[in-house]
């Protein structure tokens, strides 16, 4: 059998054994039954209850259903005013004020699956299809690198062009790219290689575990179980639950950071809210740790795809508000990524409520970073912001904001379990503040523009005097070291770090 025949390939696919080996007593971890009587069990929830309800999240502890449940449900502005304030808080005090960044890299469009709200679906006669070469990826990877970027999440469509062996492949070729940095004498390259893929059997998984993959992502999309399969008409993705255990898997394969995603606007907020909620307690349950990080892209209009101009379940700003605060309350120490799809002014805006890692610079067409302008037929949906690296971090400084760059946790094993319990214990938050200054500081003087050096600058100097005024750093013996690094850093070493 042919393995490049698309249809024979995405017939293969799915292994029913490693999904059933999940279920418990034959059902998935979403009950929808219970997840609507939670929702309206918990309705009108009174202010004192609300209340106490964030009082758990600053003890930086993870959220019963029923008390998500009871946050989705206020109708009191005033007391959501109070819930973007905890949330803030939270924030601040699991992961300081830093923001992290990161470059998404589309390597092919070729996709065997008919998504009705995605352009690369497979029956969309206008995508222009294209799958890039290992020379072509280090060629994208360069300019990605110019920007200043240090981490790429990785996109593929499901398609056996680009299976696992090929995505090894691309990971290997991205690491190996080394660029001399645009001032100074300093270099750059990618030290973070992240991947957001269809899901994948153990075996696969296990090749990109030793390829040096950072984060698995996969995105649920909906969490309800209809939905899910009207919006997913044909191949393998039209498996509910080969997705819904696509990051179980992942774990038994020693991927221990991982990802989840719901794509909000295919059906009720609230309703995707729960399913993220249920998906990290069930990873909490059958591996002793959750999901590394959070997505939550909205829908954006697609080329070729009338649904995505059309559904009726499309969130309004105030409500995506509303279910990244709610996030961020219900699961204080994981990572919440807000990308480029949305607006510079809403980004601006819900930052503030929890998210810690965001893209700028960013092209999704297949190739098209280096290109002059964005071409909609080979991308994926429409971005809503599409400002530069450097425009973004600087408004970011303005705001009192720092840029991380940092991805020492990975490299010296602050992963999964262990960043989980440092994160807890809001000790990776104090790791991470140096590293983000030492790494900030390469940014500025390798690629930085005069203007958002000279803020950047002021900010590392509130960061140098907050650092010093920390019990934590001088209980630990951490400020000379970190000095000594600094110095370093300054003068031309790269990739230092505690
Ligand atoms: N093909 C793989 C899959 O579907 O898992 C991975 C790549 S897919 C290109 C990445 C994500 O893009 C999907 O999981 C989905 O959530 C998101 N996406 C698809 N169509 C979108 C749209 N019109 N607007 C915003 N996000 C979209
Ligand atoms: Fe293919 Fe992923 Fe798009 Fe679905 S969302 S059509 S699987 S690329």
Same mark, same amino acid.
């Given at each position: 059998?042919?393995?490049?025949?698309?249809?024979?390939?995405?017939?293969?696919?799915?292994?029913?054994?490693?999904?059933?080996?999940?279920?418990?007593?034959?059902?998935?971890?979403?009950?929808?039954?219970?997840?609507?009587?939670?929702?309206?069990?918990?309705?009108?929830?009174?202010?004192?209850?609300?209340?106490?309800?964030?009082?758990?999240?600053?003890?930086?502890?993870?959220?019963?259903?029923?008390?998500?449940?009871?946050?989705?449900?206020?109708?009191?502005?005033?007391?959501?005013?109070?819930?973007?304030?905890?949330?803030?808080?939270?924030?601040?005090?699991?992961?300081?004020?830093?923001?992290?960044?990161?470059?998404?890299?589309?390597?092919?469009?070729?996709?065997?699956?008919?998504?009705?709200?995605?352009?690369?679906?497979?029956?969309?006669?206008?995508?222009?299809?294209?799958?890039?070469?290992?020379?072509?990826?280090?060629?994208?990877?360069?300019?990605?690198?110019?920007?200043?970027?240090?981490?790429?999440?990785?996109?593929?469509?499901?398609?056996?062009?680009?299976?696992?062996?090929?995505?090894?492949?691309?990971?290997?070729?991205?690491?190996?790219?080394?660029?001399?940095?645009?001032?100074?004498?300093?270099?750059?390259?990618?030290?973070?290689?992240?991947?957001?893929?269809?899901?994948?059997?153990?075996?696969?998984?296990?090749?990109?575990?030793?390829?040096?993959?950072?984060?698995?992502?996969?995105?649920?999309?909906?969490?309800?179980?209809?939905?899910?399969?009207?919006?997913?008409?044909?191949?393998?993705?039209?498996?509910?639950?080969?997705?819904?255990?696509?990051?179980?898997?992942?774990?038994?394969? &020693? *991927?221990?950071?991982?990802?989840?995603? +719901?794509?909000?606007?295919?059906?009720?907020?609230?309703?995707?809210? @729960? =399913? %993220? !909620?249920?998906?990290?307690?069930?990873?909490?349950?059958?591996?002793?740790?959750?999901?590394?990080?959070?997505?939550?892209?909205?829908?954006?209009?697609?080329?070729?795809?009338?649904?995505?101009?059309?559904?009726?379940?499309?969130?309004?700003?105030?409500?995506?508000?509303?279910?990244?605060?709610?996030?961020?309350?219900?699961?204080?120490?994981?990572?919440?990524?807000?990308?480029?799809?949305?607006?510079?002014?809403?980004?601006?805006?819900?930052?503030?409520?929890?998210?810690?890692?965001?893209?700028?610079?960013?092209?999704?067409?297949?190739?098209?970073?280096?290109?002059?302008?964005?071409?909609?037929?080979?991308?994926?949906?429409?971005?809503?912001?599409?400002?530069?690296?450097?425009?973004?971090?600087?408004?970011?400084?303005?705001? &009192? *904001?720092?840029?991380?760059?940092?991805? +020492?946790?990975?490299?010296?094993?602050?992963?999964?379990?262990?960043? @989980? =319990? %440092? !994160?807890?214990?809001?000790?990776?938050?104090?790791?991470?503040?140096?590293?983000?200054?030492?790494?900030?500081?390469?940014?500025?003087?390798?690629?930085?523009?005069?203007?958002?050096?000279?803020?950047?600058?002021?900010?590392?100097?509130?960061?140098?005097?907050?650092?010093?005024?920390?019990?934590?750093?001088?209980?630990?013996?951490?400020?000379?070291?970190?000095?000594?690094?600094?110095?370093?850093?300054?003068?031309?070493?790269?990739?230092?770090?505690?």
């Amino acid at each position: 059998m042919s393995m490049t025949n698309p249809k024979e390939w995405a017939e293969q696919v799915i292994k029913q054994e490693e999904i059933d080996k999940y279920l418990i007593n034959g059902k998935d971890f979403i009950n929808e039954e219970t997840i609507l009587n939670k929702l309206s069990f918990n309705h009108n929830p009174d202010k004192q209850r609300v209340r106490d309800i964030m009082q758990k999240s600053l003890a930086v502890e993870r959220l019963e259903p029923d008390e998500t449940a009871a946050l989705l449900n206020v109708k009191d502005e005033d007391l959501w005013q109070e819930m973007y304030d905890t949330a803030y808080k939270v924030k601040r005090k699991v992961y300081d004020n830093r923001i992290v960044f990161f470059a998404p890299l589309y390597c092919s469009n070729l996709c065997v699956n008919n998504c009705v709200y995605c352009g690369f679906r497979k029956d969309n006669a206008e995508e222009k299809r294209r799958i890039l070469a290992a020379e072509e990826i280090k060629a994208q990877t360069k300019y990605v690198i110019e920007e200043g970027h240090k981490r790429m999440i990785v996109v593929f469509g499901e398609h056996p062009l680009s299976d696992a062996d090929y995505m090894v492949e691309a990971i290997k070729a991205i690491y190996n790219v080394r660029k001399k940095s645009k001032y100074g004498s300093g270099y750059g390259n990618i030290r973070r290689v992240n991947i957001n893929a269809a899901p994948m059997a153990i075996r696969d998984l296990k090749k990109l575990w030793e390829a040096g993959i950072g984060t698995y992502q996969v995105f649920q999309e909906t969490y309800h179980h209809k939905t899910y399969h009207d919006l997913h008409p044909s191949g393998p993705k039209s498996n509910y639950l080969w997705r819904l255990y696509a990051l179980h898997r992942a774990m038994d394969a &020693g *991927i221990d950071d991982i990802a989840i995603g +719901a794509l909000f606007g295919l059906y009720d907020w609230r309703f995707e809210v @729960m =399913g %993220l !909620l249920y998906h990290t307690i069930d990873l909490e349950k059958q591996f002793g740790i959750g999901p590394h990080t959070i997505s939550f892209p909205r829908l954006n209009p697609a080329a070729g795809s009338a649904f995505s101009n059309n559904s009726q379940y499309k969130v309004s700003d105030d409500d995506f508000k509303k279910i990244i605060t709610v996030l961020r309350l219900s699961v204080p120490y994981t990572g919440l990524i807000i990308t480029a799809r949305e607006k510079a002014d809403l980004r601006k805006d819900v930052i503030k409520v929890g998210c810690t890692q965001t893209d700028a610079s960013t092209r999704i067409g297949i190739g098209e970073y280096g290109q002059e302008a964005e071409d909609k037929n080979s991308q994926q949906f429409i971005l809503g912001d599409i400002r530069s690296l450097d425009t973004v971090i600087r408004e970011f400084a303005e705001m &009192g *904001i720092i840029t991380s760059f940092c991805t +020492a946790g990975y490299r010296c094993g602050r992963t999964g379990d262990r960043i @989980m =319990g %440092l !994160l807890k214990n809001c000790v990776e938050g104090k790791f991470c503040k140096l590293n983000a200054v030492l790494t900030f500081k390469e940014y500025l003087n390798d690629y930085a523009s005069k203007d958002t050096r000279k803020i950047g600058e002021e900010l590392i100097m509130k960061e140098f005097k907050e650092i010093k005024e920390t019990p934590f750093f001088k209980n630990h013996n951490l400020i000379e070291k970190f000095e000594e690094y600094y110095d370093r850093v300054s003068n031309g070493e790269r990739d230092l770090f505690l």
